[in-house]
């Protein structure tokens, strides 16, 4: 099993060593919350070979070796795609071994440039009812069903639905953002139970404005923002929700809407507003709104701070039945 004490697969692991014992095929078992791209390395002897890329998806088996496994050691590299940003696997293998792009089965997978070569650790496959498995795990220690969902939070959050934490844990938070997800693409209910479901989640994810209202931080800092929706004719505000830099996030607006108003403001890392030439550095415009410090619901909007609210400026933004609208908040 590879693991490691981060949020992500490891590299340290011991050395798996059949004594040139047949085997039963291999499985690799992703109990990850991230798509990983696997090759292995089977070592026989003194030569070994290389084989990749194996996709899998968080929560899923797949068979890596058919028919029965002849090594004195096996070696495994994992890579993710790079909508998940900096690789959350530390790549710190001690066995450098050759790969290529695409398909590839190398015999002789110690000759080959340098820039053709990764680090592989070393891993002891466990017993399963099919035969050794490899498991790649997190510290979170998921079973299949658990990296499963936890993996769909992870891209939901990422395309900016807000579906945290990322626990692995069904709960109504999680529901709401996927419930949004598959109707902002007018997908079925059951669609989050397909085999091609991460395919329509990791696409959603490199186009986080595809569908729907969202806010994207531009800046160095997070924003808390907070909107308004005509509702029973009368405007109530929600907030806030925390956009952090150079993410986007889509909040749950419902009902449709022709038009919302918007505001945001940039906070450091205690919470605290952020001052630029004396001024809140915030994003918003005419509208004079309530809001007030931590989450709130407003349908009132009279009288703000008599009532011991605040009040800030909203933008007025015509989403025009436009299959996307997106508010940027950018530094001056």
Request: a neutral charge.
């Amino acid at each position: 099993m590879i693991r490691n004490g981060l949020a992500c697969v490891a590299a340290a692991c011991a050395l798996a060593v059949f004594a040139g014992q047949a085997r039963a095929e291999l499985t690799l078992c992703n109990r990850t919350s991230y798509r990983m791209d696997v090759a292995i390395g089977l070592e026989k002897r003194a030569n070994v070979e290389t084989r990749g890329w194996f996709r899998a998806d968080p929560g899923q088996c797949r068979q890596v070796v058919g028919g029965a496994l002849d090594a004195d050691m096996i070696y495994v590299y994992a890579k993710t795609p790079e909508v998940y940003g900096s690789a959350p696997m530390p790549q710190n293998g001690n066995a450098e071994f050759c790969v290529r792009e695409g398909n590839f089965t190398i015999p002789d997978g110690r000759n080959c440039p340098l820039n053709q070569q990764v680090r592989f650790s070393a891993a002891r496959p466990s017993d399963s009812p099919k035969g050794p498995a490899i498991n790649l795990a997190e510290e979170a220690d998921y079973d299949d069903d658990q990296a499963r969902l936890a993996g769909i939070q992870r891209l939901l959050v990422i395309a900016g639905y807000d579906a945290n934490p990322i626990d692995g844990v069904q709960g109504s938070k999680t529901q709401a953002a996927l419930n949004k997800f598959l109707s902002d693409r007018k997908l079925p209910a059951d669609a989050a139970n397909g085999n091609n479901f991460f395919e329509t989640l990791i696409a959603a994810a490199r186009n986080p404005e595809g569908f729907g209202f969202s806010w994207c931080n531009d800046t160095k800092y997070p924003v808390m923002a907070s909107f308004g929706i005509v509702e029973m004719g009368s405007i109530v505000t929600r907030g806030w929700y925390r956009v952090e830099a150079s993410k986007c996030l889509r909040p749950d607006v419902r009902g449709g809407p022709h038009r919302l108003y918007s505001y945001g403001e940039a906070v450091d890392g205690n919470g605290h507003a952020i001052k630029e030439g004396g001024k809140t550095l915030s994003w918003g415009g005419e509208v004079p709104l309530c809001t007030r410090d931590g989450k709130f619901e407003l349908s009132d909007q009279k009288d703000c701070a008599a009532r011991g609210l605040n009040s800030a400026g909203f933008a007025a933004v015509d989403l025009g039945g436009q299959p996307a609208t997106t508010v940027r908040f950018k530094e001056p």
